[in-house]
């Protein structure tokens, strides 16, 4: 890992010594020399500032006034209280309980849409369930609560701290123990669906790679600044863009403009849409909930149209212009609305 | 925005027809009525001479008539010619648009300093709008004096002025398998250097009086996200920032407005935006975002590290040396034979950059780059080179050392070390191949 704070002054650092001159004056194609020297803000060796070329190295001047400033006032119990919302592995755990039974229908309710039914993800939302044992392969591991998280604590944290996605801290601490305790069961790492997660029990449950993390051991690679003849001209092979990626993202953007109708609204729900109309979030009409459009429908598919792009406060609920995704145009939310509707009216 | 037909009418604030706008003036006063006429009159020139040239011998017809008023655009626009210069996303490459990423387009950054407008962010649960009036920082956990600290508070304190890049360790992410998006702004763009201004975070540690058992810093956002990241109280009290300016003005909303913290050369994610709370404690909080994301699960293919197959670095927090040709590039071709000057940007979370090579053979042979203008402390740093082109297919590389001696990785090494699915952290050494026609792809060799 790296000692960050060996970058402070008086502290001993490696710096590759000479390297200029080595490089020009000897065929011998690598520059491996390198001397301990005592760094202050200007590489030196012997004592002689090396000289990096063409730049200047500049230092800042500091502010010299010290403190106590005694600025803002103290943070009340009550304050604090209101704001302290992490939990950590141990620490801070949470009031309340809940059961994996409790969680399912909650979990169905608020997170299926883009989780999955059984955690396996929507589109490109994440996969929160499955995965055991895939963390080996070398191409297509995957990284789930189950297989890769190492603490459920984290579960818990973020469950409360950022979703349901569009409604952050909306859930009571009840609800996050049972939707925890739905994804771990998902995950088979709890398995009676009426056991009661709560403080008293978090300890019980270990997640299965809680030993899957080490330190950060960069740096982990060990170039050398080889100058001549690094390498075989026959090893070099140009390997071009991947197939089936596209050569471009640009290429993307293009191939995602010519989708159209159906299936453009289809895109544009799944990716900007369904956070809110998948749910019934924030008052909004939920694709299959038929009668709720129809009512909408009745005031003209032009004025639906209207407040998608505009926006529109209504009496159940707000509309942001274009659904908060201001890169869509007209005809971007137009087709999504096609596809809302259509899918309505089946 | 305006066109060239409207301006903002600096009262009112509206849109108006510019040569309307000046009319309605003119009855005010002489001077504005002789402006009037001018620009009525050279709406016919306009309108009359849209063929005429503007090339020598010819007289632009910009040089022939009057300009927009003084302060048309009280905050200033760039030109209408550069509009396609701008961040841009990659619609697949995140579920959303909310919790998403913009590219800064490097290509066409000058110097050192990436403007406001084109700074790269990335958001995990969309920008929010804060009213800094209403904006707190709570300090509290293990210190003497729990705090909570108004905007106004905090630019109280002594503050200083510090150019350094950030990076998110998911820039190049999708390249380790492979080169899969032909853009430098797509390979590359997950980074910004700018001037930040605020409070080392260190002057505020001091005020609150942290206890010696408290070794970890959690700093969480006001974002919906509610972004966390644990910070190690070393790297607090080292040169970590709570910053309220970028280059020269107040934190763009996406930026983290009203306060963010900063924490130079670490991956972009720990500089918490929005910065709403900071709770000193004994042990990380292993948030999301230091557990199931932004954590290295390697695979190495080097039987020396076969122990760690499956495993996965954690607290991975330094963004290590990296450099890239800006020019040529897929989006600034070659035109032409003759001299050209290759230039780029280098970085390193480590420190300073020490030197920069080039490669025109894939990296069988290499050059000793310039680095031009300052170098600084975890700071864009310039490069260029000098050469001829005469119409040959090029393999052009650039390969950064830092201050250390570190050198950036080829993806081979990087490979070795860690397979192709760790997402993070990707500094290899990048190829842009120069085509005869002086076109430019990405690729690897």
């Known amino acids: 890992m790296y000692k960050f704070n060996n970058l402070t002054k008086g502290l001993t650092v490696t710096v590759l010594a000479l390297a200029i001159s080595a490089c020009s004056q000897s065929n011998n194609s690598e520059v491996s020399q390198s001397q301990e020297v005592k760094s202050d803000n200007t590489p030196k060796v012997e004592g002689k500032e090396i000289q990096m070329p063409g730049a200047i190295a500049a230092e800042y001047k500091e502010i010299s006034v010290k403190g106590p400033f005694n600025f803002g006032q103290t943070a009340t119990d009550e304050e604090i209280a209101g704001w302290h919302i992490e939990v950590g592995h141990g620490h801070n755990l949470p009031p309340g309980s809940g059961t994996a039974a409790d969680g399912e229908e909650l979990f169905d309710k608020k997170c299926a849409s883009c989780h999955g039914s059984f955690g396996e993800g929507v589109g490109r939302n994440p996969v929160l369930a499955g995965g055991e044992g895939t963390l080996t392969d070398p191409q297509k591991p995957e990284r789930t609560v189950g ?158 149209y209207e407040h998608a792009i505009n926006g529109y406060q209504g009496q159940y609920g707000v509309m942001p212009p274009r659904g908060g995704n201001m890169e869509l145009s007209d005809d971007d939310v137009k087709a999504a609305v096609d596809f809302m509707v259509k899918d309505a009216e089946l | ?109 000058n110097g050192m300093i990436s403007p406001n407008g084109l700074a790269f962010e990335r958001d995990h649960g969309g920008v929010p709008t804060i009213d800094p009036k209403d904006h707190r920082l709570m300090i509290h956990g293990l210190v003497e004096k729990p705090l909570i600290l108004t905007m106004e508070d905090i630019k109280r304190y002594p503050n200083v002025s510090r150019i350094h890049f950030i990076e998110c360790p998911a820039n190049s992410a999708m390249e380790w398998k492979g080169p899969q998006v032909g853009r430098l702004q797509f390979t590359h763009g997950m980074t910004n250097c700018c001037e930040w201004t605020g409070v080392p975070l260190k002057t505020i540690l001091e005020e609150v009086g942290v206890k010696p058992e408290g070794k970890w810093i959690l700093a969480e956002g006001a974002d919906s996200a509610g972004m966390s990241r644990s910070i190690p109280m070393e790297k607090a009290l080292d040169d970590t920032l709570v910053v309220f300016g970028q280059n020269g003005e107040a934190l763009r909303p996406e930026q983290g407005y009203p306060l963010r913290l900063l924490t130079p050369g670490w991956e972009g994610n720990t500089s918490i935006k929005w910065l709403r709370r900071l709770e000193i404690t004994e042990e990380p909080m292993y948030q999301r975002e230091e557990t199931s994301k932004y954590t290295d699960l390697i695979s190495p293919r080097d039987p020396n590290r076969e122990e760690l197959i499956g495993k996965a670095y954690m607290f991975s927090w330094i963004m290590e040396a ?21 230039n780029g940007l280098a970085w390193t979370g480590t420190g300073k950059i020490k030197h920069v090579d080039i490669s025109f053979d894939g990296g069988i042979n290499w050059h000793e780059a310039e680095l031009n203008g300052l170098v600084l402390d975890k700071c864009w740093t310039r490069f260029s080179f000098p050469f001829e082109w005469n119409g040959e297919e090029m393999l052009i590389q650039s390969r950064a050392t830092d201050e250390h001696g570190y050198v950036q990785p080829t993806i081979e090494q990087l490979r070795e070390a860690r397979g192709v699915s760790s997402i993070y952290h990707n500094n290899a050494i990048h190829t842009w191949k120069v085509n005869k026609n002086g076109e430019v792809e990405s690729v690897q060799v």
């Open chain 2, 1 to 109: 925005m305006a066109d060239d037909k409207s301006i903002i009418d600096n009262e009112t604030n509206n849109e108006v027809p510019f040569s309307g706008a000046l009319e309605n003036k003119a009855s005010e006063n002489s001077r504005r009525k002789f402006l009037g006429q001018a620009a009525a009159t050279s709406a016919v020139i306009i309108a009359g001479s849209a063929s005429a040239g503007n090339l020598p011998p010819d007289v632009p017809n910009w040089s022939r008539t009057l300009g927009k008023p003084v302060n048309t655009n009280p905050y200033g626009v760039p030109s209408k010619y550069e509009e396609d210069v701008v961040r841009k996303r990659v619609p697949w490459l995140t579920p959303d648009s909310i919790a998403s990423i913009s590219f800064t387009p490097l290509a066409e950054i």
């Open chain 2, 322 to 342: 990296k450099a890239i040709v800006t020019f040529p590039c897929p989006e600034k071709p070659l035109k032409g034979h003759g001299k050209y000057i290759m």
């Open chain 1, 147 to 304: 297989s890769y998280w190492p603490y459920a604590s984290t579960l818990i944290d973020y469950t409360h701290r950022a979703m349901p996605f569009p409604s952050a801290q909306s859930l009571t601490w009840d609800e996050t123990w049972s939707i925890s305790a739905y994804v771990l069961y998902l995950n088979d790492i709890i398995e009676d669906e009426e056991f009661v997660f709560s403080a008293d029990t978090y300890h019980e449950i270990k997640m299965p790679n809680e030993d899957g993390f080490v330190m950060d051991k960069r740096p982990d690679t060990h170039n050398t600044r080889c100058m001549k003849d690094c390498k075989d001209p026959a090893s070099i092979e140009i390997k071009t863009a991947l197939l089936g990626y596209g050569s471009g993202a640009e290429d993307v953007v293009e191939e995602t403009a010519v989708v159209e109708g159906h299936e453009l609204g289809q895109k544009i729900y799944d990716a900007t849409c369904r956070l809110c109309h998948g749910t019934g979030l924030a008052g909004a009409p939920k694709v299959e909930d038929t009668v709720t459009w129809e009512h909408r429908l009745q005031q003209g598919k032009s004025k639906v």
